[in-house]
């Protein structure tokens, strides 16, 4: 038995480095250490070819630190004999929802990995059944996955993983291929699941979904720029700008209303806290 | 265009055929094709044809999705149903230059076009009321014991199982292809044999790039969903022999019987 | 006045008529876009939008009603209609997985060369492409394979750039793309309408994109046109838009709430530099009477 973590995910001084033919030698995560504790909502934020996606993959020890640790629960990504206590633990969804569901028919396709985990036949249904339920799908049960939408199809994978009884999911770019209402529903989705107390890590270049996370890390180039609370983080407009990240338009305006010399606060992301801060600013409303 | 291929297709319902072990299934559309290859009489063929009608009755699905899946085949029928008429030797009925109809022709020429009719719409009746995934576990399953002798059974139907799940996918795909190279100024339908089959690069070159990637990403999240291979894994939907099961093999059976027997009227 | 650029009278499009699958896509659709205009289309999933889109290439045959593309029926003679693809150039979702030629320069040549044009005349037409697109000469001759996500979307808008089309459709050509490669692309495509003046429909899920760049915006909703006007028109009727579950730019919201608290704002601002101007002026304004 390890001893019990502090951390659910914990990377340490990670480095990795590309041995495969093309890209050889490329650095693509630099000296990252990131600790991630149970029941957060992390969001990791960062352009395309920021590194991002390589993280997400070494966070199930798909990918293995070329220089480092990767812990997940106090479990090393590179011990072989616990791999699949490490997959299971932390489920992980992909950006393409075509790509990632291997059976026709939506509750066979929940079933599959915890078929593969060797669990009972009563207790999968059990498994299936509560994965339906949390991300919506109970009455697409029978459907055939093809003719469901992309949103549908990414909460089916959403529940796929569910099944396998993880602490935490990782999702990369989940909402990237899809319409705003099928972004909404994910990231509905995933901030019940948090609540249930999962840990959600998600990865986005959306900075609407980020905001609505515990946390916000922001990635450059390989490298950690920026971890704090996302009103802290999107009230540095400029730097997220200078890396070819979006800002809210609330707090965007604020910002360069401040630049103007006009003392307004700085982290109003939504749109109430934007028009209360302006309300200040203007005053008594003459009538 | 693509879309209106029903074989493969699935449709889902509770009839007594729904119901049906696939095993069952599977193991009683090989004993049809088995009787209509060995009956050889009219009475044979109308109680193969007969039991087939009632079958697709039983599972409620409409004559007209029938004579769509048989649409393919016509040709087929034609050409088969023409060549025995012309080639089968036998006593001539109506002779023109080197051609010449004869009775033992024509009437092979119609059992062979009953016998192509029966076999599609036979085994299609399976793929009509068993879903692939049944159908791929029902294959599995009758194939388990082969795999002692390191037969790859669940390889085999976890292909299958993909292959079923990415045809929708890669038809969808097609079309859309094809669209977009319609939009530059593509033109695949007109123009020679050569023509037309040049004009299939801008399709197939596209479409195999995306299989493979999709292919890459799929296995990527198999592997992520900790799939390792057939061994240990457990199935959510158990297989069992029920009463419905029973009853179709002794129908079966009849119907066997029935197409052999009649041979000998 | 000459005549609209694109028009449609009484278009509709039924999926599978008469069978169980039957599905209404479009019903009298009634549009005139006039040319020159930058169109963003908006609407859910399933509004329609890509049906609209193909029938205006001649990709679906409308089931009732007809296309006019300067005036002219594009299915009243079938065999002129490869003249209206050509005229209308059609960029879908995801461009970058049409692409299938050995090079980026081949693959851009694609359109022109089938329009049958001469040698130099397809040479021009893919150099100019690839410029408005900002590939750059050393590009021209990599394998379109080995370029990242977002060159790869550009080479496929090139294609049908290069086609040099009366009409440029894009079927949300940032899909998928991070902030920067959805700027770039933007910008690319402000740029190409500012210096050809042709007609452009924009699909996009945005609103803020469509705000940023378009002069008029085209709503569609279930079956039909919910709205066609200028973005101020589209705009102003924030109610209508979100009743069909869309929304509207953040800063917008922002200032129909300030209205709605009384403060004497301007209710058509839909970027962030407008708001700005808004704000310094009503605090000058402010500032000035105390």
């Given at each position: 038995m390890e001893k019990m973590a502090e951390n659910l995910l914990e990377c340490r001084d990670l480095v990795f480095r590309y041995s495969r033919e093309g890209r050889q030698g490329e650095t693509v995560l630099k000296d990252l250490t990131l600790s991630v504790p149970g029941g957060q909502f992390l969001a990791v934020l960062g352009h395309n070819g920021c590194g991002k996606s390589t993280l997400a993959k070494h966070l199930n020890g798909i990918l293995l630190p070329t220089e480092g640790t990767v812990l997940v629960e106090g479990i090393d990504t590179r011990d072989d004999e616990r791999i699949f206590d490490i997959r299971q633990k932390v489920g992980m969804v992909f950006q393409n929802?075509?790509?990632?569901?291997?059976?026709?028919?939506?509750?066979?396709?929940v079933a599959f990995a915890p078929e593969n985990l060797g669990v009972a036949p009563e207790k999968i249904r059990q498994r299936v059944n509560w994965a339906l339920e949390q991300t919506g799908m109970a009455s697409r049960r029978e459907s055939a996955t093809y003719q469901l939408s992309g949103g549908q199809k990414q909460r089916v994978a959403i529940a796929g993983v569910l099944a396998m009884g993880p602490d935490c999911i990782v999702l990369d770019e989940p909402t990237a291929m899809l319409d705003p209402h099928g972004r909404r529903r994910i990231l509905a989705t995933l901030r019940e699941l948090n609540r249930a107390g999962m840990t959600v890590a998600l990865i986005t270049h959306y900075m609407d979904e980020a905001a609505q996370?515990?946390?916000?890390?922001?990635?450059?180039?390989?490298?950690?720029?920026?971890d704090d609370s996302p009103a802290a983080v999107f009230a540095r407009v400029e730097e997220l700008q200078a890396i070819g990240l979006d800002v809210p338009q609330t707090a965007e305006l604020l910002y360069q209303l401040r630049r103007e010399g006009i003392d307004c606060p700085e982290d109003a992301l939504s749109v109430t806290d934007c028009v209360e801060a302006l309300c200040g600013l203007l005053g008594e409303v003459e009538r | 265009m693509i879309k209106d291929i029903t074989i493969g297709q699935y449709f889902t319902g509770h009839s007594p055929l729904h119901r049906m072990d696939p095993r069952v299934k599977l193991l009683l559309t090989i004993a049809y094709v088995v009787a209509l290859f060995l009956t050889n009489s009219f009475w044979g063929y109308l109680l193969a044809g007969a039991f087939l009608l009632f079958c697709y009755a039983l599972a409620k699905i409409k004559i007209k999705v029938i004579l769509r899946s048989l649409k393919p085949v016509i040709p087929l029928v034609i050409f088969t149903g023409v060549l025995n008429m012309f080639f089968v030797t036998g006593e001539p009925i109506w002779e023109f230059w080197v051609f010449h109809i004869t009775w033992e022709g024509l009437r092979f020429a119609a059992v062979m076009s009953v016998r192509i009719v029966c076999l599609i719409a036979g085994t299609s009746l399976l793929t009509y009321t068993t879903s692939p995934i049944a159908l791929t576990d029902g294959l599995e399953r009758l194939l388990a014991p082969l795999s002692k002798l390191h037969f790859p059974a669940h390889e085999l139907a976890m292909m299958m199982t993909i292959t079923l799940r990415f045809i929708p996918t890669l038809v969808e795909e097609t079309d859309k292809i094809m669209a977009a190279q319609k939009s530059r100024g593509a033109d695949i339908d007109s123009g020679g044999l050569m023509k037309r089959v040049k004009s299939l690069i801008p399709i197939l070159i596209p479409l195999f790039v995306s299989s493979f990637r999709r292919a890459d990403e799929l296995a990527l999240a198999m592997e992520c969903r900790c799939y390792q291979g057939g061994e240990g894994r457990t199935r959510m939907k158990q297989l069992r022999l029920r009463l419905v099961d029973g009853g179709a093999v002794l129908c079966m059976a009849a119907v066997v019987a029935g197409c052999i027997l009649l041979n000998y009227l | 006045m000459s005549a609209p650029v694109i028009e449609t009278r009484?278009?509709?499009?039924?999926?599978?008529?008469?069978?169980?699958?039957?599905?209404?896509?479009?019903?009298?659709?009634?549009?005139?876009?006039e040319r020159g205009e930058f169109v963003g289309v908006i609407g859910q999933t399933g509004s329609g939008k890509s049906t609209l889109i193909q029938q205006l290439n001649g990709l679906l045959r409308p089931t009732s009603g007809q296309v006019l593309i300067d005036g002219?029926?594009?299915?009243?003679?079938?065999?002129?209609l490869r003249k209206f693809?050509?005229?209308?150039?059609l960029c879908f979702q995801y461009p970058e997985y049409q692409l299938f030629e050995e090079s980026v320069y081949k693959d851009i040549s694609f359109g022109p060369k089938n329009m049958g044009l001469s040698q130099g005349e397809v040479d021009a037409r893919v150099r100019d492409a690839a410029r408005f697109?900002?590939?750059?000469?050393?590009?021209?001759d990599k394998s379109p394979f080995e370029l990242s996500g977002g060159q790869k979307r550009r080479v496929a808008i090139a294609g049908v750039l290069a086609m040099d089309p009366e009409v440029l459709i894009l079927d949300e050509p940032t899909a998928g793309l991070d902030p920067r490669g959805r700027d770039m692309i933007l910008g690319q495509i402000?740029?190409?309408?500012?210096?050809?003046?042709?007609?452009?429909?924009?699909?996009s899920h945005s609103m803020e994109d469509v705000a940023k760049f378009a002069t008029k915006v085209l709503v569609l909703n279930d079956t039909g046109v919910l709205l066609y006007g200028t973005v101020d028109e589209v705009f102003s009727r924030a109610e209508e838009i979100r009743a069909i579950g869309l929304g509207i730019p953040q800063i917008t919201q922002v200032f129909r709430a300030l209205r709605q608290r009384g403060y004497p704002v301007s209710d058509t601002v839909y970027t962030v530099a407008q708001a700005k101007e808004e704000i310094l002026r009503l605090l000058a304004e402010r500032g000035a009477a105390r």
């Open positions: 929802p075509d790509n990632q569901i291997v059976a026709t028919i939506v509750e066979e396709d996370a515990d946390r916000v890390v922001v990635m450059n180039d390989g490298e950690i720029l920026m | - | 009484g278009l509709g499009y039924v999926y599978n008529p008469g069978l169980p699958t039957e599905k209404v896509a479009l019903q009298d659709v009634n549009l005139q876009i002219e029926d594009i299915w009243q003679d079938k065999e002129q693809r050509f005229k209308v150039g697109v900002g590939l750059g000469e050393e590009m021209l402000k740029a190409y309408h500012a210096e050809k003046g042709n007609t452009v429909l924009l699909v």
